[in-house]
């Protein structure tokens, strides 16, 4: 991966391994100087739980190798930064392909046999690389035994978001990580059943209520010993990742069973794929990038536009750079076939930025991502970029504003901020949701339960929920009059100071909304008259997605957010930011 500037050199590689069809996966290699147990590869959960417990399979590598052991984390095809996509009808076949190619470059690489480790669902991907590759344990952590139950889990997911697609639909919404009905119906045909022909020691984690697992039985036959642990720690790790609870007690039980496991020579000659550095497709080569702690994916196109202004995309909440539901990966992809160069980047705390185990977290909101996203903002300036836009979702947006006004030396030329809960965050806010989120949140849940009768009739029967309303009046009555005072004695909001200073700098700031986002009609009432004087003269827009929820779940939605924003960083070329550098200068100079 490419570094900036001179950094200690870690035992932690990021690259492509091809797998075969021109395919090629994500890689990320956790080194260490001996191999005192198995090397171990690590797959991560298919379906929307792949976001949901990034997290706790970065904090499993990094604990291994803090023990000694070797570990391997990648991207199945159509997920974070590897080739393909999920909607192809023929991904199934490309996972196990992939999982069979990991593996044996692990194998070949440490000249050991390495450990499996398969999460959720893909669990049922292991029986293929077990008849094709000599394991040295395996582990099934929380599996999904039948195929059959998980399509349905994806179903009742969509049926939740009020995401599911029409029945001529080619693909499942599934939760925003698509899936075509083809390889739906081919995994309803799958078990978990497993007869290896060696004896193979395996651990299974699984929920209380997970009594018999059929497939042990294979493992059993084949001589193998057989270890099952009792767990409850699923439900908190599956959640989104701003809740995502690490369980540390599982990990522990796995770094001990893992470490436990005979080490076992190479004694078949598998193939091994060479690793790769950078990835090119037909319209974009992807390249890592590590500026001092914060991580990021460089997409640079094959016909650069060389006046377009760079695109940075920090973290959408606490999720990694691929984005919710894949966005941020899609999005600069097809902005490189526009002749854009993007960078989808991990705050320092987040995703794939932090190197040691301690230093991870899932705070969405705080004080330093802004410092994160300018320092790789000047290093994409030192690799040749004119100037940055900076772009993002939630807690993304919240983030690249604050980066625009705390660092002004940056040369930035707009901003476009999607889905915005609130714009200000300060010490004691939960990092999750902060209170001005919140506000928004609590307005546009009482104004849509104002037309419900069924609403008004929990109130009147729920004295708990008087005391809630009166204290939410009480607050909008308290924000009211400070807006009214504001415009009486001419006083501007904060927002309307911040924004004003951006402009003046030459930036031009675009909003996007999903319809019903809360964040803005708390937009309008903070930006007040300088906001609608803004938009007026062009230095400030907001638009809407059309059918589309926060994250964007829906195929359709996430595309039309995407052609949306290809068209208008489209019409951002390098004079915009060249008024932005000389008025930061101007700005500078002055102070």
């Not at 932690?12 to 391994?17: G, K, P």
């Not at 593996?103 to 999460?119: K, Q």
Request: proline fraction near 6%; aromatic fraction near 6%.
């Amino acid at each position: 991966s490419q570094r900036h500037r001179n950094e200690p050199y870690m035992k932690q590689h990021t690259f492509w391994l091809p797998t075969g069809n021109s395919g090629a996966v994500f890689a990320h290699w956790f080194d260490v100087d001996t191999h005192r147990a198995p090397p171990v590869v690590l797959c991560h959960p298919i379906g929307p739980e792949y976001m949901h417990c990034h997290t706790t399979l970065r904090q499993l590598a990094l604990q291994l190798q803090a023990a000694g052991q070797a570990a391997l984390v990648f991207d199945l095809p159509g997920y974070g930064n590897s080739s393909g996509q999920l909607t192809e009808p023929g991904i199934l076949g490309d996972w196990e392909q992939a999982l069979i190619a990991v593996t044996g470059w692990v194998h070949r690489t440490c000249d050991l046999a390495p450990a499996l480790l398969a999460m959720r669902a893909s669990c049922l991907l292991t029986p293929a690389v077990i008849s094709r590759c000599q394991l040295a344990g395996l582990v099934w952590w929380y599996p999904h035994t039948r195929g059959q139950t998980f399509v349905r889990d994806l179903n009742l997911i969509d049926r939740q978001l009020h995401s599911e697609a029409p029945d001529d639909a080619p693909c499942l919404t599934g939760g925003g990580y698509p899936m075509h009905r083809d390889t739906a119906a081919q995994l309803e045909q799958r078990s978990l059943t497993v007869e290896p022909d060696y004896p193979l020691n395996t651990l299974v984690i699984h929920t209380p209520e997970q009594k018999r697992i059929a497939a042990l039985a294979g493992l059993e036959a084949a001589g193998g010993q057989i270890e099952r642990i009792s767990s409850t720690a699923l439900s908190g790790m599956a959640r989104q990742a701003e809740a995502s609870v690490v369980p540390q007690q599982d990990i522990e039980h796995l770094i001990a069973w893992l470490g436990s496991q005979p080490r076992t020579a190479n004694a078949q000659q598998l193939e091994k794929p060479a690793p790769k550095e950078s990835w090119q497709s037909a319209g974009c080569t992807e390249t890592s990038l590590r500026a001092g702690a914060v991580f990021g994916i460089l997409t640079r196109p094959l016909r650069s536009a060389s006046t377009a202004p760079w695109v940075l995309i920090p973290n959408t909440g606490a999720g990694h750079h691929a984005g919710p539901n894949r966005l941020h990966v899609d999005l600069a992809r097809q902005l490189a076939a526009q002749g854009i160069a993007s960078v989808r980047l991990d705050l320092a705390h987040l995703g794939d930025s932090p190197q040691q185990a301690q230093a991870l977290s899932n705070e969405a909101y705080n004080l330093t991502g802004r410092d994160d996203l300018a320092t790789m903002a000047r290093a994409v300036i030192d690799l040749g970029a004119p100037a940055v836009t900076l772009l993002g979702v939630c807690a993304g947006a919240y983030n690249a504003f604050q980066a625009a006004l705390a660092h002004p030396d940056v040369p930035v030329a707009g901003l476009t901020l999607i889905n915005v809960q609130t714009l200000y965050w300060q010490e004691g806010d939960d990092s999750r949701m902060p209170s001005g989120a919140q506000s928004a949140l609590t307005s546009a849940q009482y104004a849509q339960s104002s037309s419900n009768p069924k609403a008004w009739l929990r109130l009147l029967t729920s004295p708990q929920k008087w005391v809630n309303v009166g204290r939410y009046l009480v607050s909008r009555v308290g924000a009211v009059a400070l807006s009214a005072r504001n415009r009486l004695t001419r006083q501007r909001s904060p927002l309307e100071r911040d924004l004003s200073r951006l402009t003046e700098r030459g930036l031009v700031v675009r909003f996007v909304f999903s319809p019903d986002e809360p964040g803005l009609a708390a937009l309008q009432e903070a930006g007040g008259h300088t906001l609608a004087q803004l938009i007026r003269i062009g230095q400030v827009s907001w638009d809407q997605v059309e059918q589309a929820d926060h994250t964007f779940t829906t195929g359709v939605s996430r595309q039309r957010l995407i052609d949306h924003l290809c068209q208008q960083l489209a019409l951002v070329d390098h004079s915009s930011s060249t008024l932005s550098t000389t008025g930061l200068r101007a700005e500078s100079q002055a102070s």
